[in-house]
């Protein structure tokens, strides 16, 4: 659910320590569900660049666009 704006939303309690840090690694299983779901974003992404691709083909326009596609990471 959306914060009204000017309010901030925590998704975790401040007030507990955090579940893990930097210098303790991961449970497997955690790695796991994590990795998991990294590749399922990058898969969706890929197959939604097809479908404009395809799309721009189609409509014969792929020559003259230029996609663009950043990532923050």
């Known amino acids: ?5 000017g309010e901030v939303t925590l998704l975790f309690d401040a007030s507990k320590p ?3 840090n930097a210098s303790t690694p991961l449970p497997r299983s955690t790695q796991r ?9 990058v898969s969706w ?3 939604k660049l097809g479908e404009l691709i ?5 409509l014969d326009l ?8 950043m990532g923050d990471h």
């Open 1 to 5: 659910m959306l914060a009204p704006p």
């Open 18 to 20: 955090p579940l893990f």
């Open 33 to 41: 569900a994590l990795r998991r779901g990294y590749y399922a974003a």
């Open 45 to 47: 992404v890929d197959k």
């Open 54 to 58: 395809t799309a721009l083909e189609r």
């Open 62 to 69: 792929a020559n003259s666009t230029l996609v663009i596609v």
